[in-house]
Nanobody, 115 residues
Framework: QVQLVESGGGLVQPGGSLRLSCSSSENVFFFNDMGWYRQSPGKEREMVALINLAGLTKYGDFVQGRFTLSRDGEKKRIDLQMNNLAPEDTAVYYC?????????WGQGILVTVSS
C-alpha cells in the first residue's frame, strides 16, 4: 500500500516562504499524477498543484506564479515551494498520488500565514 508522508509546514509571516515535501513509499513515476491539495475551515478541498507522468504541471488559479511544484525521482519525493504567502493561504495541505483505480492521500500538514 502506498504511503505518503508530508513535511515542511508551519507558521510563516505574510510575504514569507515555505517548502512542503511529500515523500512516497513508491517510485513517484508509478503514479498518473501527484500533487497538493488544500482545505481551509468551512471550504472545500481545492487543487493547489499537480504534476503528471510527462512532467507537466498545473496550478490552481489562486497560485498566480507564487508556487512551484517539482519532482525528484531518486528521492521519491515531490516538493512545493511556496513564496509570497498570504493569510488566505492558511490551510491544511494534503499530498495526493493518483493511480488508475485509486488516489492515496497523506495525513495533511498545517500551513499558517499570520503576523
Amino acid at each position: 500500500q502506498v504511503q505518503l508522508v508530508e513535511s515542511g509546514g508551519g507558521l510563516v509571516q505574510p510575504g514569507g516562504s515555505l517548502r512542503l515535501s511529500c515523500s512516497s513509499s513508491e517510485n513517484v513515476f508509478f503514479f498518473n499524477d501527484m500533487g497538493w491539495y488544500r482545505q481551509s475551515p468551512g471550504k472545500e478541498r481545492e487543487m493547489v498543484a499537480l504534476i503528471n507522468l510527462a512532467g507537466l504541471t498545473k496550478y490552481g488559479d489562486f497560485v498566480q506564479g507564487r508556487f512551484t511544484l517539482s519532482r525528484d525521482g531518486e528521492k521519491k519525493r515531490i516538493d512545493l515551494q511556496m513564496n509570497n504567502l498570504a493569510p488566505e493561504d492558511t490551510a491544511v495541505y494534503y499530498c495526493a498520488a493518483r493511480e488508475l483505480s485509486r488516489t492515496t492521500w497523506g495525513q495533511g500538514i498545517l500551513v499558517t500565514v499570520s503576523s
